[in-house]
C-alpha cells in the first residue's frame, strides 16, 4: 500500500507554553492520518485500539510546518498497524524528522463489532484489545 500525506502548519492554536508543538495536537494529526490510511486499506470503517508508542524527537517550533506520513505496516484478520512519521519543515525547507509511532486499528462492521479486512492474506498479527465503544 503507497503511503498516505498530510501537511500541518503549526498555529497558535497548536503550541503549548513553551512555544512550540503540544504532543496531544501531533498525536491527533497522527491519529487522523493512520485511520484515513487504515479506512482506505480496509475499504470500511476502523477504528483506533492502541498506539503502540510514539517518540517524540524534536520540538517543531510555531509557524513550522508538519509533513505527516502513514503507511499499513502489517495486517492480520481484523487488524492492522500503520507505521507513522512527523516531520518537521522549518522556513528554509529544511526538514527533521520530529515524531514517530505505530498506532493500531480494527476493523469493525456496521455494529461496531470486529470484521475481516477483505483481500488481505494477513500476517497473523491480531490485535487483543477489545473494541471500545462510546
Known amino acids: 500500500m503507497e503511503k498516505q500525506h498530510m501537511t ?5 492554536a497548536d503550541i503549548n507554553v ?3 508543538l503540544f504532543g496531544g495536537a501531533l498525536l491527533s494529526w497522527m491519529d487522523e492520518l493512520a485511520g ?3 479506512r482506505r486499506f480496509a ?7 492502541a ?4 517518540s517524540f524527537l ?5 509557524g513550522a510546518f508538519v509533513d505527516l506520513e502513514a503507511q499499513v505496516a502489517s495486517v492480520g484478520t481484523t487488524s ?6 512527523a516531520w518537521a519543515e522549518d522556513p528554509a525547507g529544511r526538514r527533521e524528522l520530529a515524531a514517530k509511532g505505530t498506532f493500531v486499528f480494527v476493523c469493525v462492521d456496521a455494529e461496531g463489532k470486529p ?9 497473523g498479527f491480531q490485535a487483543e484489545l477489545p473494541v471500545v465503544q462510546s
Not at 115 to 123: A, F
Open 8 to 12: 500541518r502548519a503549526v498555529q497558535g
Open 18 to 20: 513553551d512555544g512550540v
Open 36 to 38: 484515513i490510511a487504515g
Open 43 to 49: 475499504k470500511g470503517t476502523v477504528v483506533t485500539v
Open 51 to 54: 498506539v503502540e508508542g510514539v
Open 58 to 62: 524534536k520540538p517543531v517550533p510555531l
Open 80 to 85: 492492522m498497524k500503520i507505521a507513522l512519521e
Open 115 to 123: 470484521r475481516k479486512i477483505g483481500g488481505t492474506e494477513g500476517s
